[in-house]
């Protein structure tokens, strides 16, 4: 029997083939859970029609984290069409250029909102709707992607930094609010991997290369050295592990 078999999961935050939520989605896949996607907006809808149909998903929806009726609807939808839930991947995140790039100290109070608001309010918001689903299924395990820019102040990375500290805080009080319900919410902290969001960071490749240049175990990561991690957190392997952020990093997080 396969590790994840008679599983139900939903992947937010597959923006393409690059990303870490499709990574992940495979492996989810491959270890026997059914996966349902989520996508932000119409812009992706043909794209992401395309990339999921070896998945064949029951359900493949908009959604835009910052509406809240997107958000209800969702958490509607999966539970009109599954009946329960026992996996959901949060893997998104938005900064302003303006605010990722500028001087710290610039940050706007629009920017800093508004990145929150995406990375991280979105995890206690969409772990909320889906709630009904996570109970049908009499418990769950919640995952978020977050980075160690959270935890010290990382160069180029500023308000995103921000953003993914809030985000693993948000990530331990719902662990401890829902632990009631059996749902465990954890983190994984992924080391720099090259996708269409770290574009978007000044110098990624700097800092990729300075990463790799101190990590203990040597080589440039991708979405599937993460999604073992996450086919662990979905797994019952897991069931006494929440409020945890894993770093899955090549141990970076562990040396200076
Ligand atoms: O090195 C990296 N790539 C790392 C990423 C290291 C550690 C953590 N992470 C985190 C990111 O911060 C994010 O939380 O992993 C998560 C996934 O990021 P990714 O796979 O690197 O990036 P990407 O493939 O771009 O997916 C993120 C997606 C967006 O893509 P773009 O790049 O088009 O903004 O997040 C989605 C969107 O599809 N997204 C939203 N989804 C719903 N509503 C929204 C929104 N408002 N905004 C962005």
Redo the contacts with the bound molecule.
């Keep these: 029997m396969k590790l994840l078999e008679g599983k139900t999961a939903l992947v ?5 083939d ?5 990574g992940i989605a495979q492996a989810l896949r491959e270890h026997g859970a059914e996966v349902a996607f ?4 119409e812009r ?1 809808k043909e794209k992401m029609s395309d990339l999921v149909k070896p998945f064949n998903p029951k359900l493949l929806t908009e ?4 509406k809240d009726a ?1 958000i209800a609807r969702v958490g509607q939808e999966v539970f009109a069409v599954y009946g329960k839930l026992d996996i959901f991947v ?5 900064v302003p250029k303006e605010d990722l790039h500028g001087d710290f100290y610039k940050a706007s109070r629009a920017g800093f909102a508004m990145a929150n608001d ?2 991280s309010y ?1 995890l206690i918001a969409v772990t909320n709707a889906l709630l009904p689903a996570f109970e049908a299924a009499g418990g769950g395990s919640v995952m ?5 820019g959270g935890e010290y102040a990382i160069s180029t990375y500023g308000l ?1 930094g921000v953003t ?1 500290a809030a ?1 693993e805080i948000s990530g331990k009080y719902l662990a401890q609010s829902l632990g009631d319900k059996k749902i465990r919410v954890n983190g ?14 000044k110098n ?1 490749s700097g800092l ?1 290369q300075k990463a790799q240049d101190f990590m203990p175990l040597k080589g440039e ?1 991708t ?1 599937a050295d993460v999604a073992g991690t996450a086919v662990f957190l979905g797994s019952d392997l897991s069931k006494s592990i929440t409020g945890e952020i894993i770093h899955v990093d090549n141990g970076f997080h562990c040396v200076r």
């Design positions: 937010t935050g597959v923006a393409n690059y990303s870490i939520a499709w989520t996508y932000q907006n992706l959604l835009d984290v910052t997107d949060h893997s998104l995140a938005f995406i990375s979105s978020y992607l977050t980075y160690i995103a993914k985000l994984i902290s992924a080391g720099p991997i090259k996708t269409l969001a770290a574009r978007g960071i990624f990729q990561m979405p």
